[in-house]
């Protein structure tokens, strides 16, 4: 063990005493190291935006459609209620519907823009409610006038946050229909900043039977489109279950009209982007590491013939073939170990402007750096056998009469 | 009188076949603990070879050589860097110092290779360094060193692990006539200390320093004396 510490210290003082040209030759490690882990980061950072709000959250979803092209079915009130009574990992499933109108209050008229949905909305994730209830399964069958507020439209609206009970009548074209708000939820960012904007619009939900019903439309013939909603645990399981139990249910053979959708947020294209992006810059990483890699070698070979005559000297005090190739191996490894060190600072200090400039979350993952670590002493004990070979090949009686 | 190098008809052919040397032609050759032994012959006579196959960083092309009774003429690379670290300590004409290491890390370095620990090195290398008196130039680099004072870190790097055989090829050669005298006698301390020195050189005023002459010439062995000048300081 002594003596491998010697070796690390002659080849830290061989490293040192060639302070430039060691660093030139860490120069293509350094870079391919910080550009692999910049775009690591950097694409973490990306999902991380992209998905972030809704992984923090237990909740789930996944989005079932129909392929109109292949099949005429559409999603009903009583084959939804199927659906989830024979999927019993997943909270419900919701169609969404969207209701624009005006909407008055006791205090002021605004610009409404409120979801139609089931029950199961609730389950989203964002409808925490601070005063009355939730639109039930019973609101949604009888297609109650009910409707769930934001705290800042109940603001708005009636002047004051409790407006459980109040009145909303909502015109939209030449109908005009009262909503009695049953429940008033918890601000999102989406809510205020809808509510502040220059065309401020309140936001709101109510059943999508409701609107179906107030603006003379078939429920039965309304929607293609359901999303799912479950704990995120059993993502999976209801990803797996999902189209055949629609198939079942709807009575749609073959074909494959249903479409299950599980990604999480970011659509597929964007991920794919990233994805392809990713691998472009692994590749110019890679051929950046080679280069780095054969630049060692290639630094390593001339030190070797440089230093000649020392590794005839070390060999005559006793040095074994194995001891001059750890050596040289040693200096390789370690100066490739810095270039690592090196590029690692400069791809997080890359990845940390980057994700701050753009607003993406900047997290490392641990094992990433001790990896990238371990790849760049690699690339050295690799491109350092070819040298190290060489000079504990050397013969002493020819290396000592070397200049 | 124990044996301590005995080589039995050694040869050694350089460019086998058309354009053969025989730099050492049947070479037999008997040395004792304890002697004080000066090769000396005209360059081109083979003593550099001879030097070389004495400190196994060479093998003979046939004959044999029993070094402490081991026959060494046929030994791997390794078993040979092996015995070298064991058995002798090289002063070389120029120094051959690590020019990168102190005065201390080049002393040091036979008991890396021993595989000495670092306290017990330190205390080998620092007294091998007092021992040729050059306690003030531990941390000093080769180049910072007078010639003299180089070769007294090279010596001081020969007898660090106390090797039984100190082999000497022209190592007054690079030095002015002050720092000769002074190797020299600082050569003939050790002999007196116990050691077996071999000196190769071609000059005789060194060799008559000797109590045994060798001469060599043409690869063979011309003469083998007991100096009857030599004389202990
Ligand atoms: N590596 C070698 N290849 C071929 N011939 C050599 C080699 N080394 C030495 N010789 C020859 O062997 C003879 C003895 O050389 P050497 O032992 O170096 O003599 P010295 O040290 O006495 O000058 C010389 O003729 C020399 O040219
Ligand atoms: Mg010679």
Redesign the pocket.
């Given at each position: 063990m002594g003596v491998i510490r010697e070796y690390l210290k002659s080849a830290i003082s061989s490293i040192r005493n060639n302070k430039g040209r060691s660093l030139l030759t860490m120069l293509g490690i350094i870079i391919g190291i910080a550009a692999v882990l910049a775009v690591l980061v950097i694409g973490d950072g990306l999902r991380a935006a992209v998905t972030g709000e809704m992984s923090a959250l237990d909740v789930a979803t996944i989005n079932v459609s129909l392929d109109v092209a292949k099949t005429d079915k559409c999603f009903t009130p009583e084959n939804m209620e199927a659906i989830e009574r024979n999927m019993s990992c997943i909270y419900g499933l919701s169609p969404s519907v969207s209701l624009y109108g005006n909407g008055k209050g006791t205090k002021k008229s605004y610009n409404l823009s409120f979801s139609g949905g089931s029950d199961a909305l609730s389950e989203n994730g964002q409808n925490k409610i601070l005063y009355g209830r939730y639109f039930t399964r019973d609101d949604v069958n009888a297609a109650n006038y009910v409707c769930v507020i934001s705290q800042i439209s109940a603001m708005k609206l009636f002047g004051y946050e409790n407006a459980v009970g109040e009145t909303i009548e909502i015109t939209n074209g030449d109908i005009t229909k009262d909503f009695t708000v049953v429940g008033i939820r918890e601000n999102t960012s989406m809510d205020e900043s809808y509510a502040e904007g220059e065309d401020p619009s309140l936001q709101g939900d109510v059943p999508y039977t409701t609107v179906a019903l107030a603006y003379n439309k078939d429920v039965n013939t309304m929607f293609t489109k359901v999303t799912a909603y479950m704990h995120k645990d059993n993502k999976d399981e209801a990803a797996a279950k999902m189209k055949s139990v629609v198939e079942n249910v709807l009575g749609i053979r073959g074909e494959s009209a249903v479409k299950v959708d599980a990604s999480s947020g970011m659509d597929s294209t964007s991920d794919t982007i990233l994805n392809v992006v990713t691998a472009v810059v692994a590749l110019i990483a890679s051929i950046s590491l080679l280069v780095g890699g054969i630049g060692v070698m290639n630094i390593m070979t001339v030190s070797v013939t440089e230093r000649t005559r020392e590794i005839g000297i070390r060999k005559s005090l006793g040095a074994r073939t194995s001891s001059i190739l750890t050596q040289f191996l040693a200096e390789a490894a370690i100066l490739t170990f810095l270039g690592g060190i090196i590029g690692i600072i400069l791809g997080l200090t890359l990845a940390r402007i980057a994700c701050a400039m753009v607003d993406f979350p900047y997290t490392v993952n641990p094992v990433l750096v001790i990896v990238v670590v371990f790849i760049s002493t690699g690339i050295g004990l690799f491109f350092g056998i070819y040298p190290a070979k060489r000079a504990a090949k050397l013969d002493p009686?020819?290396a000592l009469r070397a200049e | 009188m124990k044996k301590l190098v005995v080589i039995k008809d050694v040869s050694?052919i350089?460019?086998p076949g058309e354009n053969e040397?025989r730099?050492?032609n049947h070479v037999s050759l008997t040395i004792g603990e304890r002697e004080f032994v000066a090769i000396i012959?005209?360059?081109?006579?083979?003593?550099?070879?001879?030097?070389?196959m004495l400190g196994c960083l060479d093998t003979p092309t046939s004959g044999k050589y029993y070094l402490h009774g081991q026959d060494v003429s046929h030994m791997t690379d390794d078993e040979q860097s092996d015995i070298r670290n064991k058995e002798i300590g090289f002063i070389f004409q120029g120094f051959n110092l690590i020019q990168s290491l102190t005065a201390l890390e080049n002393v040091e370095l036979p008991l890396i290779y021993r595989g000495v620990g670092k306290k017990e090195r330190d205390r080998l290398a620092n007294a091998a360094l007092n021992s040729v008196g050059l306690e003030k130039r531990k941390t000093h680099k080769p180049n910072e060193m007078s010639g003299g004072q180089q070769q007294r870190v090279a010596i001081a790097r020969a007898i660090a692990q106390a090797p039984p055989i100190l082999l000497a090829d022209e190592p007054t050669g690079n030095l002015d006539s002050a720092s000769s005298k002074e190797i020299m006698k600082i050569i003939k301390r050790l002999y007196s200390e116990g050691r077996t020195v071999i000196i190769?050189t071609?000059d005789p005023g060194i060799a008559q320093q000797a109590k045994r002459i060798i001469t060599?010439s043409d690869?063979m062995i011309k003469s083998d004396i007991i100096n009857p000048d030599y004389k202990e300081d």
């Open positions: 009686i020819e | 050694k350089y460019n040397v730099a050492l012959g005209q360059s081109g006579s083979g003593k550099s070879t001879l030097m070389n190769i071609h060599i690869g």
